[in-house]
C-alpha cells in the first residue's frame, strides 16, 4: 500500500513561517481548552505564545492578526490575540473574513485529510503600512486555513500557534515551522514511550489496559472491546520496504502477555513499538496514529457502547461536544422497561438523551485515558496541596488571629494605662490646685489678719501715747495746740468720733500742723506722692458689701446685686457687716505742702486765727 503525496494545485508566492511553542502533543489539551474559550486557558496559552513573539518578531514592526474560524470571523482567536497584545503591546487588527462553512475536523471526520482544500478568504482591512502581519491562531494540522489566510495578507505573513502537528506534509505547502522552545531533541526512546502511550489510549478496556488474555476474549465476544485498527494512511519502514498498516493487542508470548503490536502489510507480520528504530519512522508512525484515531480536539477515538461514561466528562459525537450530566436506566416510549443510557448538554446548550443500544454503534471521541489518569494524579496532588495550603492558611490565620487579639490586649492595656496615668495626672492637678487654693487663702487670711492686729495694735499705741503724754502735761492728753477738728483733705466727708479722735491722736503724736488728712489714693491722683518710709493711721469702716436672704442662709448677694431689687424683694434679705481698716495720711506726710503751696499755707493761718 503506498503513501499519498497530495498537491494542491495552487501557485504560492512566498513561504510561510510558522512558530509553534510545541508539537501538538504537550499542548493539546490546553489547546482543546483554548477551542471551548475557556478564558483561564486562553491566558495560559497567551504567556506560552508571548514568550514565542519576542524571539520572532526580529526588530521589525508587526500587528497581531487574529485567524478567523468557521463561523466567518474571529471568535476566540481574538481574545488569545488580545491577551499576547496586553503582554507585547503590539496593535492588534481584525483584518480576515470568509464565509462560513462547516468546521474542518467535522470535514475531516467525513471526507478524510484528502478532501481538505484552501479557501477564500478576504481581508477587510489593511495592514498599516511599514508593518507586517503575524497571524494567531491556536493549532497548525493541516495547514488549510493557515494557507488561506497566507494568500489573502500576502508573502511577508507569519503565523504563530500554540502547537503544531505535521499533517500540512501531506500536502506540499509551502510551510517552515520552527519551535524555538524546544528544549531538547527526543531520543528514540522518547519517541518509542510516546507511541506506545498514543496505542495505549487507542486499545483500552474501559479506560484500563488489560493483561488478562481470558478477559480479552470475553470483551471480544461482548462486543465490547477494539483490539485492532488500521490507519488511514500506510507508513512505510524504508529500512525493511514494508508498510505499517495498524495497530492491535496480542498475546506475544509467555513472558510478554498481552502487548501492543503494530501490523504489517502482511496481516500476519507484526511488530512491537520497540522494535522500531528508525526515528523517522516512529515519528511518521505517531502522526499516523493522531491522523487516523485523534481529532483535532487532541481526544481519541471510541465508541459509544464500550466507552464507560463518568458525569462531568466530556466528548464529540456526530461533530458536537457533549457533556455528560447524568447516567443511568431511562424509559421512553420505545422502551417502557428502562434501558442504559446518558443525558448530555451540547455545546450550544441543547439537551439530549442518549440510549446505549440505540448509539452503540456510533463512533465518539473521549480524553485518552494517560490524559485523564495523569490529570487525575495531577488533581490529585493539587487537592492535597490545596489542603495542605488550606490547613496551613488555617494556623496562619488562627496564628494571625492570635496576634491580632494580643495585640489587641496589649493596647487595651496600654490605653487602660495611659487613662489610669491621664486620671492619676488630673487627680494630682486638682489636688495641687486645691493646696495652692488653700495656699492663698490661707496668705489672704494671713494678710487680713496682720492688718487687723496692726490695726488694731496701731490704734492702741496712739492711745497709750497720748496717756502718757498727759502725764508731763498737768493730764492733757489731746490737742494741747488747739487745732482744727480733723478733716479730709479737700472733701466734706463727716468722719466718726472715734475715727476723729485716732486722727487728732495721730497728728498729736507726731507733732504735725494740721489736722488735714488724705487717702494714699487721692494723694496719689492730685499728684502729691506720700513720702517714702512714712506710714498711715488705721480708721474703722464697717463694710456691708454682702447681704444674706433671711429664709436660705446659702442665698448671698452682693451690694450691686441687692441694690438692682425690687424694694418689695430687699426686705428679704439682711445685710451682714464686716470690719475693715482704711490708712489715712497727715498731708505734711505728703507733698502737698509743695504742690498745693497756697492752700496749705491758709490751713496753718486758719488754725492760728481761730486759736487765737
Given at each position: ?10 501557485d504560492?508566492t ?12 504537550p499542548?493539546?489539551q ?5 477551542k ?7 491566558k ?6 508571548t514568550?514565542?513573539?519576542?524571539k ?9 492578526v487574529?485567524?478567523p ?18 503582554e507585547?503591546g ?5 483584518a480576515?473574513?470568509?464565509e462560513?462553512h ?21 481581508k477587510?482591512?489593511n ?10 491562531d ?19 505573513t ?6 503544531s502537528?505535521?499533517n ?8 517552515d515551522?520552527t519551535?524555538p522552545?524546544?528544549v531538547k ?5 522518547d ?5 506506545k ?8 478496556i474501559?479506560?484500563h489496559p488489560?493483561?488478562d488474555?481470558?478477559e480479552?476474549v470475553k ?5 465490547d472491546?477494539t ?35 503494530l501490523?504489517?502489510d502482511d ?9 522500531v528504530?528508525?526515528e523517522?519512522v516512529?515519528r ?6 493522531h ?7 487532541g481526544?481519541v477515538?471510541?465508541?459509544?457502547r464500550r466507552?464507560?461514561?463518568?458525569k ?8 458536537m ?15 417502557p422497561?428502562g434501558?442504559?443510557?446518558i443525558?448530555t448538554?451540547?455545546?450550544?446548550g441543547?439537551?439530549h438523551?442518549?440510549?446505549i ?12 485515558y494517560?490524559?485523564?489518569?495523569k ?8 487537592k492535597?496541596?490545596?489542603?495542605t ?33 491621664e ?5 494630682k ?6 493646696k495652692?487654693?488653700?495656699?492663698k ?12 492686729v496692726?490695726?488694731a ?7 497709750i ?16 495746740d488747739?487745732?482744727?477738728?480733723p478733716k479730709?483733705?479737700g472733701e ?21 500742723p ?10 496719689e ?9 512714712e ?8 463694710k456691708?458689701?454682702?447681704y ?9 448677694k ?6 438692682s ?17 482704711r490708712?489715712?495720711?497727715n ?6 505742702p ?11 493761718i ?5 486759736r487765737?
Amino acid at each position: 500500500m503506498a503513501t499519498k503525496d497530495n498537491i494542491v494545485d495552487v501557485d504560492w508566492t512566498g513561504r510561510l513561517r510558522v512558530y509553534s511553542t510545541s508539537d501538538y502533543l504537550p499542548v493539546r489539551q490546553l489547546a482543546h481548552r483554548v477551542k471551548q474559550g475557556d478564558v483561564e486557558s486562553i491566558k495560559e496559552a497567551a504567556r506560552k505564545m508571548t514568550n514565542l513573539l519576542w524571539k520572532m518578531t526580529d526588530g521589525k514592526d508587526f500587528v497581531l492578526v487574529p485567524m478567523p474560524g468557521h463561523t466567518g470571523k474571529a471568535e476566540y482567536t481574538e481574545m488569545l490575540a488580545s491577551f499576547i497584545s496586553q503582554e507585547t503591546g503590539l496593535e492588534v487588527i481584525d483584518a480576515l473574513r470568509n464565509e462560513q462553512h462547516e468546521a474542518l475536523y467535522g470535514e475531516k471526520a467525513k471526507n478524510g485529510i484528502d478532501g481538505l482544500t484552501p479557501f477564500p478568504m478576504t481581508k477587510i482591512r489593511n495592514i498599516p503600512e511599514g508593518k507586517e502581519a503575524i497571524l494567531i491562531d491556536n493549532v497548525l494540522d493541516t495547514g488549510t486555513t493557515a494557507m488561506s489566510a497566507f494568500r489573502a495578507l500576502g508573502e511577508n505573513t507569519r503565523l504563530a500557534v500554540l502547537g503544531s502537528t505535521v499533517n500540512y506534509r501531506h500536502y506540499n505547502y509551502p510551510i517552515d515551522v520552527t519551535i524555538p522552545e524546544k528544549v531538547k531533541e527526543e531520543t528514540i526512546e522518547d519517541l518509542k514511550a510516546e507511541l506506545k502511550t498514543a496505542v495505549n489510549d487507542v486499545l483500552h478496556i474501559d479506560g484500563h489496559p488489560s493483561d488478562d488474555y481470558q478477559e480479552m476474549v470475553k470483551r471480544i465476544r461482548e462486543g465490547d472491546k477494539t483490539l485492532y485498527g488500521m490507519f488511514k494512511d500506510s507508513v512505510k519502514s524504508e529500512k525493511s520496504g514494508s508498510y505499517y498498516v495498524g495497530i492491535g493487542l496480542e498475546q506475544w508470548d509467555k513472558e510478554n502477555g498481552i502487548i501492543p503490536v503494530l501490523y504489517l502489510d502482511d496481516i500476519n507480520a507484526m511488530s512491537t513499538v520497540k522494535d522500531v528504530e528508525d526515528e523517522s519512522v516512529l515519528r511518521s508512525l505517531i502522526d499516523e496514529m493522531h491522523h487516523s484515531f485523534y481529532n483535532e480536539k487532541g481526544n481519541v477515538i471510541s465508541s459509544f457502547r464500550r466507552h464507560n461514561f463518568q458525569k462531568g466528562e466530556t466528548f464529540q459525537m456526530d461533530g458536537m461536544t457533549h457533556t455528560v450530566k447524568a447516567r443511568g436506566k431511562y424509559i421512553t416510549l420505545r422502551n417502557p422497561f428502562g434501558a442504559d443510557g446518558i443525558k448530555t448538554t451540547d455545546e450550544q446548550g441543547r439537551n439530549h438523551l442518549l440510549l446505549i443500544k440505540e448509539n452503540k454503534g456510533k463512533a465518539i471521541y473521549v480524553t485518552p485515558y494517560s490524559i485523564e489518569h495523569k490529570e487525575n494524579e495531577v488533581n490529585k496532588t493539587n487537592k492535597k496541596d490545596t489542603e495542605t495550603m488550606e490547613s496551613n492558611k488555617d494556623e496562619q490565620k488562627q496564628e494571625q488571629q492570635n496576634k491580632e487579639k494580643q495585640q489587641q490586649e496589649k493596647l487595651q492595656q496600654q490605653k487602660k494605662q495611659e487613662q489610669q496615668k491621664e486620671e492619676e495626672k488630673k487627680a494630682k492637678e486638682k489636688e495641687d490646685k486645691k493646696k495652692e487654693q488653700e495656699k492663698k487663702d490661707k496668705e489672704k487670711n494671713k494678710d487680713k489678719e496682720g492688718i487687723k492686729v496692726a490695726g488694731a495694735v496701731a490704734q492702741g499705741l496712739l492711745f497709750i501715747t497720748a496717756l502718757e503724754a498727759a502725764k508731763d502735761m498737768d493730764g492733757l492728753w489731746l490737742n494741747k495746740d488747739k487745732k482744727l477738728s480733723p478733716k479730709i483733705y479737700g472733701e466734706d466727708t463727716t468722719l466718726t468720733p472715734y475715727n476723729n479722735l485716732l486722727l487728732s491722736l495721730h497728728s498729736d503724736g507726731k507733732g504735725y500742723p494740721t489736722n488735714q488728712y488724705i487717702s494714699f489714693k487721692k494723694a496719689e491722683d492730685r499728684g502729691a506722692a506720700i513720702m517714702q518710709g512714712e506710714e498711715g493711721v488705721p480708721l474703722s469702716y464697717v463694710k456691708w458689701d454682702k447681704y444674706v436672704n433671711r429664709y436660705d442662709k446659702d442665698e448671698v448677694k452682693s451690694r450691686a446685686d441687692y441694690m438692682s431689687l425690687k424694694d418689695e424683694d430687699k426686705a428679704n434679705y439682711k445685710g451682714v457687716p464686716s470690719k475693715e481698716y482704711r490708712y489715712l495720711f497727715n498731708i505734711d506726710q505728703t507733698i502737698i505742702p509743695v504742690t498745693d503751696k497756697e492752700n496749705y499755707e491758709a490751713l496753718i493761718i486758719e488754725r492760728h486765727i481761730i486759736r487765737t
